[in-house]
């Protein structure tokens, strides 16, 4: 068989190979094209136009602003709001300054904050102040010194002063919070101004982003980007989609949160290197206010997950909108449906293409053609400069059709975890990354997976991992066991589901879910809890999942 058959059925314009050290540093990249694009639309948020040349000097101001607070190159910074102008001015405001960016999920609980901010050891944070209540509780168990607060509506004008009494008042969104020596997110821009960024010395293998994961197990790791990952894979999407979404033409709308890694790089870096205009949703999950930026805006382009296109597959007024200008669409971070791939394509006449990828990988390792060439079910070829290979159970590469795990090897897997090199170890061996994901390969380069990782829970593109329920649900007095694992869900794809011995017969359902809800952010929180005498077990006593996942849910 050829090495590598996907080659022989790539594209047309689409090369093998990317040249991953075109720019030294992702901010030599984000430099040139701030200026080269300067008077195009960068970032459109609620009707306000955030145009390349002002987020060229308002992200210069507010490095310049950090620096000044006495953060040095390679600090890490949380950054921690939903999508909205201020998250690409103080991204690229930080990377300017030679800082590592901690991208952290708004929705997190306190004992997940703390958890991300200590391990990472963050020493600021850019918060929006909906979340400023949490980031109390826990504040003085980390070492963040330096905390910047945002508002919904600090960035719109006029407007944006409406919005937040909205916000604050009748919505009442914005729980009562005391956190001394904060800054507004407008006077750190103010106080830049006074100062210029300080040069520092940063190369390819430099680490740029720390993007959490649980990786293959529990805990929640920070995986290491380095300029040469996040510069490669944003090279390797753009290679992938550019011959049908031209230079300075691009409009996308985008609805996934630019924190998760799926619309950082694909979104956030690689839209934006092609003169790209992002249309940001502040929360995908009002559709209608996501119908009406469609209907003004006109997207050639469209990213999501598969609970998002079945959730507007199915709102009365998505069908009516105009989709001529849709070009492409692509459906990350969890399975597309057959059912909804195909349904998409009726109601919109654009073909709905799935990409695959981690976070250990940038994370875009394999993705369909965006023509006739697509394979509803599969998961494409892997992208130029990636290799991907099924190791069988006896460790050997894998025949065609034959199932083993998938690996991976290319210029955008991680440098490794944070701080946890046993784990790195574990998931890289001889440059190969094992992705934990049981597929197989056809004889022309297709890859199609079978199951995914045996353990890992998947709620809407999100990851939840067992261990991290079980350890929150095992704290509660009254429980004695637990093993938590997905079930399938119409809407979401998977959901957790918890089974329970208890430990004092009072224990209720209800009791349950709202300890969890205060320990773990929502997609996190059981939906099913089921009582049971006792837990099927291994001779040494490990409970077992798999038995459990066997039965009839």
């Given at each position: 068989m050829t090495e590598k058959p996907w080659l022989q059925h790539y594209p047309k314009g689409v090369p093998a190979y990317i040249e991953d050290e075109a720019y030294p540093r992702l901010i030599d990249m984000i430099d040139e094209c701030l200026k080269k694009y300067r008077d195009l639309p960068a970032f459109i948020s609620m009707g306000k136009t955030l145009t390349f040349g002002e987020l060229d000097v308002l992200s210069a101001n507010f490095g310049a602003y950090l620096q000044s607070r006495g953060l040095e190159p390679g600090d890490r910074i949380a950054l921690m709001m939903p999508n909205m102008l201020q998250y690409p001015i103080a991204l690229f405001g930080a990377l300017r300054a030679g800082l590592i960016v901690v991208n952290t999920n708004p929705l997190y609980t306190p004992r997940e904050m703390k958890h991300q901010f200590v391990d990472s050891g963050a020493k600021a944070i850019v918060i929006a102040e909906n979340f400023a209540a949490n980031l109390q509780q826990i504040i003085g168990e980390t070492q963040i010194k330096t905390v910047v607060v945002t508002s919904i509506g600090e960035m719109l004008g006029l407007k944006g002063v409406l919005i937040n009494f909205v916000v604050r008042h009748?919505?009442?969104?914005?729980?009562?919070?005391?956190?001394?020596?904060?800054?507004?997110?407008?006077?750190?821009?103010?106080?830049?101004?006074?100062?210029?960024?300080?040069?520092?010395?940063?190369?390819?293998?430099?680490?740029?982003?720390?993007?959490?994961?649980?990786?293959?197990?529990?805990?929640?790791?920070?995986?290491?980007?380095?300029?040469?990952?996040?510069?490669?894979?944003?090279?390797?999407?753009?290679?992938?989609?550019?011959?049908?979404l031209p230079e300075a033409k691009v409009i996308a709308l985008c609805p996934l949160p630019l924190y998760h890694i799926f619309a950082f790089t694909v979104n956030c870096l690689a839209f934006m290197s092609v003169g790209g205009r992002n249309i940001l949703i502040v929360n995908a999950r009002d559709l209608p206010a996501l119908i009406k930026e469609w209907r003004t805006h006109r997207p050639n382009i469209f990213t999501g997950v598969n609970t998002l296109f079945n959730g507007l597959l199915n709102h009365p007024d998505f069908a009516s909108l105009d989709f001529s200008d849709l070009k492409?669409?692509?459906?990350?971070?969890?399975?597309?449906?057959?059912?909804?791939?195909?349904?998409?394509?009726?109601?919109?006449?654009?073909?709905?293409?799935?990409?695959?990828?981690?976070?250990?990988?940038?994370?875009?390792?394999?993705?369909?053609?965006?023509?006739?060439?697509?394979?509803l079910g599969t998961i494409g070829m892997p992208v130029p400069s990636t290799d991907m290979r099924i190791i069988n159970d006896s460790g050997r590469v894998a025949d065609p059709r034959e199932t083993g795990e998938i690996q991976a090897k290319g210029p955008q897997v991680m440098k490794g975890y944070w701080q946890r090199p046993e784990a790195t170890d574990e998931v890289i061996k001889d440059g190969w990354l094992s992705t934990g994901?049981?597929?197989?390969?056809?004889?022309?380069?297709?890859?199609?997976?079978?199951?995914?990782?045996?353990?890992?829970?998947?709620?809407?593109?999100?990851?939840?991992?067992?261990?991290?329920?079980?350890?929150?649900?095992?704290?509660?007095?009254?429980?004695?066991?637990?093993?938590?694992?997905?079930?399938?869900?119409?809407?979401?794809?998977?959901?957790?589901?918890?089974?329970?011995v208890k430990k004092d017969n009072s224990l209720t359902k209800e009791e349950l879910t709202e300890f969890c809800r205060e320990q773990m952010t929502g997609y996190k929180v059981p939906k099913y809890v089921e009582f049971r005498t006792e837990l099927p077990k291994t001779n040494v006593g490990k409970i077992l999942r798999r038995a459990l996942r066997e039965e009839k849910q």
């Open positions: 009748i919505r009442k969104m914005v729980p009562k919070y005391n956190l001394p020596n904060t800054a507004s997110f407008r006077d750190g821009l103010q106080q830049g101004k006074k100062f210029t960024i300080k040069p520092f010395e940063s190369g390819p293998d430099d680490t740029i982003i720390l993007q959490y994961t649980g990786g293959t197990t529990g805990v929640s790791k920070g995986a290491m980007l380095t300029n040469r990952n996040l510069i490669a894979n944003m090279q390797q999407i753009r290679a992938w989609l550019m011959p049908v492409a669409t692509v459906g990350g971070g969890m399975a597309v449906q057959r059912a909804v791939a195909e349904r998409w394509q009726q109601v919109t006449g654009c073909q709905l293409t799935e990409g695959y990828g981690l976070t250990e990988a940038s994370p875009v390792l394999s993705v369909n053609p965006i023509d006739s060439a697509m394979r994901d049981i597929g197989f390969m056809y004889e022309d380069g297709f890859f199609q997976i079978v199951d995914r990782k045996k353990d890992m829970i998947l709620v809407s593109g999100f990851n939840v991992y067992p261990n991290e329920v079980e350890d929150v649900i095992a704290s509660h007095p009254k429980v004695l066991e637990v093993a938590a694992l997905g079930v399938p869900d119409e809407k979401s794809g998977e959901v957790v589901k918890v089974f329970v």
